[in-house]
């Protein structure tokens, strides 16, 4: 059942894109460059980077890449560092001449790093220093061929790029003592660079751009195969959507979400470079204090985030001091939005909280909220141009409008398959190109999508379903609860029962008042019975609450 928006949205927003606008990534790097060349394109920590900047220091590196490494279109290489400039200067490098990106997460255990550089079959590692030892003890059993090492000042300016560095090295002692003697210096690659012939590479749509490793939360991580269709074509989906409302090369994204992660990737990193925006990198996040520091000194008016980020800049102070004149558009991914987060938001800052709907395999949106939405809606809104959405039953048969039921995803963003997964890849992409998402979906009259939640979440109290996200949406509406997390644990009489973990905003809650609201706003199949109360909630890097993780609590 293919939504179309001509239908539903008044702003003319096209059904289909069209995907002749850029040949490759590549092809969309220079015609930005051209377009943009002296706007600012990256900033972080007081250096602006401008796209002529970019334009420079990425021929430099990927003159190192091929012609001195030797390195090939097809060849794998590996990012592994946090939102610093150097990212977005690697990751074009590397693109431009037809390299695949493996984006690798920092915060890897040695196991999964390991994991993850064998499977892909990595030639090359682009790391930052301080996490080069997780790196050196399982080097020798990786393909890896040559390691660049880089510092987080290595690309401001002097003499803060030196302050910086000594101060993390020798005042913070954040960087662990590592010995890898091949390695070469991210400065050094930049320097002999400059002196090599650069020639980029002819690419086609077909080609691969990425291997995006999965979060592993179904068993081993998988590599999603997405190419330069796949990536292009929901950046003009996005494009699409968004354009009427954003303005080339006057607009400022707040980048917190890591450039590694699938969706800050394709909504900051691409669609910033498309647009001619100013991206702002925030390396930590998590400093809260930090982060609304350089807030404070932005005109941002675009950010991406998920739920918790959001929830903890709100209860943060001074977030809301803050000049939000020139936001235009808050855009949450990655898990679903609390009604009582998306509230405080729309309060706190006038402009209301836009959920969106993907996955790494879609590269990742599928849905999205019209921007002319004002309040919270709890819906994933309708699938982008050129998208259709299915909700099929357990017999693979489409159901009624408004019943429950799997997602299933066909559209141009939807990856090849699995790296070197035929079994897998079977799994999830049927012979007519749809995808199974794995989530629980319903679809009302108007083509709009709401996601109840995960398949294998899905509590069953005495043969009834119940879907931890809403019992975590309405738990999180009680005023003394900052976060919450909802499974489903063995329980005699009725099978299973529900139990919550609570981070509490007041520490003056109690078991009785949350289970007195809950029983006030729950049936009673789907009352919490067991409540426990915790520090923090254990999260992947993006900040999505790890379920599975809450059963060893």
Same mark, same amino acid.
């Given at each position: 059942?293919?939504?179309?928006?001509?239908?539903?949205?008044?702003?003319?927003?096209?059904?289909?894109?069209?995907?002749?606008?850029?040949?490759?990534?590549?092809?969309?790097?220079?015609? *930005?460059?051209?377009?943009?060349?002296?706007?600012?394109?990256?900033?972080?920590?007081?250096?602006?980077? *401008?796209?002529?900047?970019?334009?420079?220091?990425?021929?430099?590196?990927?003159?190192?890449?091929?012609?001195?490494?030797?390195?090939?279109?097809?060849?794998?290489?590996?990012?592994?560092?946090?939102?610093?400039?150097?990212?977005?200067?690697?990751?074009?490098?590397?693109?431009?001449?037809?390299?695949?990106?493996?984006?690798?997460?920092?915060?890897?255990?040695?196991?999964?790093?390991?994991?993850?550089? *064998?499977?892909?079959?990595?030639?090359?590692?682009?790391?930052?220093?301080?996490?080069?030892?997780?790196?050196?003890?399982?080097?020798?059993?990786?393909?890896?061929?040559?390691?660049?090492?880089?510092?987080?000042?290595?690309?401001?300016?002097?003499?803060?790029?030196?302050?910086?560095?000594?101060?993390?090295?020798?005042?913070?002692?954040?960087?662990?003592?590592?010995?890898?003697?091949?390695?070469?210096?991210?400065?050094?690659? @930049?320097?002999?660079?400059?002196?090599?012939?650069? $020639?980029?590479?002819?690419?086609?749509?077909?080609?691969?751009?990425?291997?995006?490793?999965?979060?592993?939360?179904?068993?081993?991580?998988?590599?999603?195969?997405?190419?330069?269709?796949?990536?292009?074509?929901?950046?003009?989906?996005?494009?699409?959507?968004?354009?009427?409302?954003?303005?080339?090369?006057?607009?400022?994204?707040?980048?917190?979400?890591?450039?590694?992660?699938?969706? *800050?990737?394709?909504?900051?990193?691409?669609?910033?470079?498309?647009?001619?925006?100013?991206?702002?990198?925030?390396?930590?996040?998590?400093?809260?204090?930090?982060?609304?520091?350089?807030?404070?000194?932005?005109?941002? $008016?675009?950010?991406?985030?998920?739920?918790? @980020?959001?929830?903890?800049?709100?209860?943060?102070?001074?977030?809301?001091?803050?000049?939000? $004149?020139?936001?235009?558009?808050? @855009?949450?991914?990655?898990?679903?939005?609390?009604?009582?987060?998306?509230?405080?938001?729309?309060?706190?800052?006038?402009?209301?909280?836009?959920?969106?709907?993907?996955?790494?395999?879609?590269?990742?949106?599928?849905?999205?909220?019209?921007?002319?939405?004002?309040?919270?809606?709890?819906?994933?809104?309708?699938?982008?141009?050129?998208?259709?959405?299915?909700?099929?039953?357990?017999?693979?048969?489409?159901?009624?409008?408004?019943?429950?039921?799997?997602?299933?995803?066909?559209?141009?963003?939807?990856?090849?398959?699995?790296?070197?997964?035929?079994?897998?890849?079977?799994?999830?992409?049927? $012979?007519?190109?749809?995808?199974?998402?794995?989530?629980?979906?319903?679809?009302?009259?108007?083509?709009?999508?709401?996601?109840?939640?995960?398949?294998?979440?899905?509590?069953?109290?005495?043969?009834?379903?119940?879907?931890?996200?809403?019992?975590?949406?309405?738990?999180?509406?009680?005023?003394?609860? @900052?976060?919450?997390?909802?499974?489903?644990?063995?329980?005699?009489?009725?099978?299973?029962?529900?139990?919550?973990?609570?981070?509490?905003?007041?520490?003056?809650?109690?078991?009785?008042?949350?289970?007195?609201?809950?029983?006030?706003?729950?049936?009673?199949?789907?009352?919490?019975?067991?409540?426990?109360?915790?520090?923090?909630?254990?999260?992947?890097?993006?900040?999505?609450?790890?379920?599975?993780?809450?059963?060893?609590?």
């Amino acid at each position: 059942m293919q939504q179309r928006w001509k239908q539903h949205y008044p702003k003319g927003i096209p059904t289909e894109i069209n995907l002749d606008e850029y040949s490759s990534i590549a092809d969309l790097f220079h015609k *930005s460059i051209r377009k943009h060349g002296d706007l600012p394109a990256f900033t972080n920590m007081g250096k602006i980077l *401008s796209y002529d900047d970019l334009d420079r220091l990425t021929r430099q590196f990927s003159a190192y890449l091929t012609s001195e490494l030797g390195l090939k279109k097809g060849d794998r290489i590996a990012i592994m560092m946090p939102n610093i400039l150097q990212y977005p200067v690697v990751l074009f490098a590397a693109l431009r001449v037809g390299l695949v990106v493996v984006n690798t997460n920092p915060l890897y255990t040695k196991r999964e790093l390991q994991h993850q550089l *064998s499977d892909a079959g990595c030639k090359a590692i682009v790391i930052l220093d301080n996490f080069a030892h997780t790196l050196q003890s399982v080097l020798k059993n990786t393909p890896i061929e040559t390691v660049i090492t880089t510092r987080i000042g290595d690309l401001l300016d002097f003499p803060k790029s030196v302050l910086i560095n000594f101060i993390i090295k020798h005042i913070k002692k954040m960087i662990p003592a590592y010995d890898l003697p091949d390695a070469i210096s991210f400065k050094d690659v @930049l320097a002999q660079g400059a002196k090599l012939p650069h $020639s980029d590479e002819q690419l086609q749509h077909s080609d691969i751009a990425f291997l995006q490793y999965t979060g592993g939360t179904t068993g081993v991580a998988k590599g999603a195969v997405l190419t330069h269709k796949n990536m292009l074509a929901n950046l003009l989906q996005a494009q699409a959507w968004a354009g009427a409302d954003l303005q080339g090369g006057k607009e400022v994204m707040i980048t917190a979400l890591p450039l590694y992660h699938i969706f *800050s990737l394709t909504a900051n990193a691409l669609f910033a470079l498309e647009l001619g925006a100013k991206s702002v990198l925030i390396t930590n996040p998590r400093d809260y204090k930090g982060f609304i520091k350089t807030l404070s000194k932005e005109k941002f $008016s675009y950010m991406t985030g998920v739920n918790t @980020l959001f929830n903890k800049l709100l209860n943060t102070p001074g977030f809301s001091d803050l000049d939000f $004149s020139h936001l235009k558009l808050s @855009l949450a991914g990655g898990m679903a939005v609390q009604q009582s987060v998306a509230t405080k938001w729309k309060k706190v800052t006038g402009v209301p909280l836009v959920e969106a709907y993907g996955l790494t395999e879609t590269s990742p949106a599928v849905c999205v909220n019209p921007l002319t939405i004002t309040e919270y809606t709890g819906m994933i809104g309708m699938p982008l141009p050129s998208t259709e959405v299915s909700i099929r039953d357990e017999y693979d048969s489409e159901v009624e409008l408004g019943k429950r039921g799997e997602l299933w995803v066909r559209g141009p963003q939807v990856m090849r398959g699995y790296w070197n997964r035929p079994e897998e890849t079977a799994n999830i992409l049927d $012979s007519e190109g749809w995808l199974r998402t794995g989530d629980v979906a319903i679809m009302d009259e108007q083509g709009s999508c709401k996601i109840v939640d995960r398949i294998k979440d899905m509590i069953i109290v005495s043969g009834f379903n119940v879907y931890p996200n809403e019992i975590e949406d309405i738990v999180a509406c009680l005023d003394k609860v @900052l976060e919450v997390g909802a499974i489903g644990v063995p329980a005699d009489a009725t099978g299973e029962e529900v139990k919550i973990f609570i981070v509490k905003k007041d520490d003056s809650l109690t078991k009785e008042e949350v289970l007195a609201y809950c029983k006030e706003n729950l049936t009673a199949y789907k009352r919490p019975r067991q409540v426990v109360f915790v520090d923090e909630l254990p999260k992947t890097n993006i900040g999505k609450v790890l379920r599975r993780e809450l059963r060893n609590l």
